[in-house]
């Protein structure tokens, strides 16, 4: 009997050890669609009004030569891969099946080199307007107002945390990189601390492994889907090009476990 209580113990603390997200570290030798990525199909950003871009599709994410290459397709694309609704400035992205919390998200890229696409990496999870927990990399950047699209630009990039999607639930901050369509990989790092056991909830933006920007407001706490893709919203120049690509190296995600996550 005692022996049985031991082994019930112990397959109970293993099933709850089993909630808690472990590292993840993917080098894209292949493409895991089964176990840790999902390939996004879908559009967002686009309520209601004419189609001015059409979504992301699996068929504009693979692994090759060691790397994920996603592919952008642009304005002057005429090709056979249908998007949603337009089947011109068409992306492609990745989202994590499972969710994380605090932690440490590193991501080794070489950004689409032109500034009419969006590279991005960001965590997700949205239950409605008042619960959108939400970090982002948003390549270019040098185009929050009082700028306009056509300055975006691949030396700049915006950095974004979310409680929710009213004004007063999150803050963009348009940030210096340096070249970062230089066609070399660069380092892409945000560590999320949702706080607690001595540690202030903050998100601190890391490029190429130097900080650019700690924010304390608006700080997440739900475990969210990292992903990782490129899009074509409004903000952003022309897609005067018919495709491009980003490459991502390796990612990694180290979690924090800290006490104030939500999961």
Request: aromatic share 14%; with cysteine.
């Amino acid at each position: 009997m005692y022996k049985r209580k031991q082994l019930l113990a112990i397959a109970l603390l293993l099933a709850a050890t089993a909630t808690r997200a472990q590292t993840l570290r993917d080098d894209f030798n292949y493409l895991d669609t089964t176990r840790t990525w999902r390939a996004m199909d879908q559009k967002w950003g686009e309520p209601e009004g004419p189609a001015t871009h059409g979504g992301v599709v699996p068929a504009n994410v693979r692994a090759r030569h060691g790397a994920l290459e996603v592919t952008a397709l642009g304005s002057l694309y005429h090709g056979p891969v249908k998007g949603h609704g337009l089947n011109t400035r068409i992306g492609g992205a990745l989202t994590s099946r499972e969710r994380y919390a605090s932690g440490s998200y590193v991501i080794r890229a070489k950004i689409c080199p032109h500034p009419g696409a969006l590279s991005a990496f960001w965590t997700f999870y949205y239950e409605n307007d008042d619960l959108n927990h939400e970090i982002d990399f948003e390549m270019p950047g040098h185009n929050q107002a009082p700028l306009v699209p056509d300055s975006s630009d691949l030396h700049y990039g915006l950095v974004t945390n979310w409680t929710g999607v009213h004004p007063d639930q999150y803050k963009t901050h348009d940030l210096y990189f340096g070249d970062q369509a230089d066609g070399q990989y660069h380092t892409y790092r945000f560590d999320w601390h949702t706080g607690g056991n001595g540690q202030q909830a903050r998100v601190e933006y890391y490029y190429d492994e130097r900080l650019l920007y700690t924010a304390y407001e608006h700080i997440p706490t739900h475990a969210s889907n990292f992903n990782i893709g490129i899009w074509f919203p409004k903000w952003i120049r022309k897609a005067n090009f018919d495709k491009a690509f980003m490459y991502v190296d390796w990612v990694q995600i180290t979690p924090f476990h800290e006490p104030n996550d939500v999961m």
